[in-house]
């Protein structure tokens, strides 16, 4: 028995000693927040991490700092701290993404993630930001999974798939659309947003399912897909799945002759769409922003014109653009008006721009950049009205009571929102 005992123990300290020789990536919850109560005492810069996606290029961080920007010229939050924003980029993949969010969690002053727009990347980059205590606030995720899982720091500021599913099913059948064709990509995006979209099609809009399709995001042939639907009726045709794939689906879609019109979710708001011009022609697109939406979105617009119209001055060295060409020879994204060139913002520089300045507004509620009290003033914050519209966080994290725009693609490439 005494050589068992011996034995056991022998075993025991081995395991003890193999144990304490793994390197550990704990929590630094508590670090953070013995860090942020310090701060809280003294003036020293409130630092945020912003997190870009160069996949998808966008005017996201663009957005971001014109916010941090308008509050730090205006003094600050909490009596005079100021911000500071570190950038990174995830580019699109899970692995990059966690790398990015280990790098950050190192930071014991980073109170805050707002970014990771993918959600095959926000999802797993928000269990490292959850166990090591930093709000994260997600401006593209619309996975429901982000969320399911009861986290206390996690956060979007963007519907999910189920809500821009549903509302595209509602469009259909207010464009008196009565047969659909559901093409998706069998990535889990794209699966989504199609069966929400079938679901409320089928059971609530009285809308019939014509056929539905799937492809692979690494098939190339993409006319294959209508093989064998020449005697099939339907109004239009709804594509899920990443702007990148879905333009070229449109695409090889007119080459067979096919010219019902698209219906696309918020990942067909891109400027990759427009490019397309004629093909896409007709196109219905969800966002999540319009620019003429509210008072507050217009200032946006107007303030983020302005200072791109600054930066191209200062950045160039010039001083007025006497006529178009002049701005598409310095920068093909800008375009001249009023003898200056400036950018018009996307939904992303507005998503950025709206989480800064709401996450402001749960420090100064707070009167604490300490996470924990920051996550709950977001939680028990009433009526914001930001320049995306008016919403409000549900406990799990998620948000209610902001809609979904409708734009459609028109002569002169250009989109027009439906009332």
């Known amino acids: 028995m005494n050589r068992w005992f011996k034995l056991a123990f022998f075993v025991s300290l081995i395991f003890t000693l ?33 997190v870009d996606t160069s996949a998808s290029p966008s005017l996201f961080i663009k957005g971001a700092k014109l916010a941090i920007n308008e509050i730090n010229d205006s003094g600050g939050v909490l009596g005079g701290r100021l911000f ?45 930001y959850e166990k090591n205590g930093i709000v994260f606030i997600s401006t593209g995720s619309t996975d429901p999974m982000l969320t399911a899982h009861k986290n206390y720091y996690v956060f979007r500021n963007i519907p999910t798939d189920e809500i821009i599913g549903r509302e595209l099913a509602k469009l259909a059948k207010q464009q008196n659309l009565k047969k659909m064709f559901i093409v998706f990509e069998r990535e889990s995006y794209g699966k989504r947003l199609a069966e929400f979209f079938r679901e409320e099609a089928e059971t609530k809009q009285g809308i019939t399912i014509s056929a539905t399709r799937s492809y692979h995001y690494k098939e190339k042939n993409l006319r294959s897909l209508w093989i064998g639907t020449e005697k099939l009726k339907f109004d239009a045709i709804l594509v899920a799945g990443p702007v990148g794939q879905a333009t070229e689906l449109i695409k090889q879609t007119r080459m067979m002759g096919i010219m019902q019109p698209f219906i696309g979710g918020d990942s067909l708001d891109n400027k990759k769409l427009i490019d397309l011009k004629y093909d896409a022609m007709g196109t219905f697109v969800a966002s999540v922003f319009d620019p003429n939406f509210n008072k ?124």
């Open 296 to 419: 507050q979105s217009k200032q946006f617009v107007e303030k983020f014109k302005e200072s791109t119209r600054k930066e191209f001055k200062e950045k160039h060295k010039v001083e007025t653009c006497k006529y178009d060409k002049d701005c598409e020879k310095l920068d093909k994204a800008a375009k001249c008006k009023n003898k200056f060139c400036e950018i018009e913002p996307d939904a992303k520089a507005a998503q950025g721009y709206d989480a800064v300045k709401v996450l402001a507004r749960a420090i100064e509620n707070s009167k604490s950049t300490v996470p924990m009290n920051i996550a709950m003033a977001l939680r028990y914050m009433e009526g914001w009205n930001g320049v995306v519209g008016p919403y409000e966080f549900l406990a799990n994290g998620d948000i209610s009571g902001r809609g979904i725009h409708v734009k459609r693609l028109v002569a002169g490439d250009k989109f027009k929102f439906l009332k």
């Open 84 to 128: 500071e924003a570190p950038e990174f980029d995830d580019k699109g993949k899970a692995k990059i993404g966690q790398q990015v969010a280990r790098e950050i969690s190192q930071n014991l002053d980073v109170i805050a993630v707002i970014g990771h727009r993918y959600s095959s990347v926000a999802i797993p980059v928000s269990i490292t």
């Open 18 to 50: 193999v144990i304490g020789c793994i390197p550990s990536y704990g929590s630094n919850k508590e670090l953070r927040e013995n860090t942020a109560n310090l701060a809280n005492e003294n003036t020293l810069p409130i630092v945020i991490a912003l």
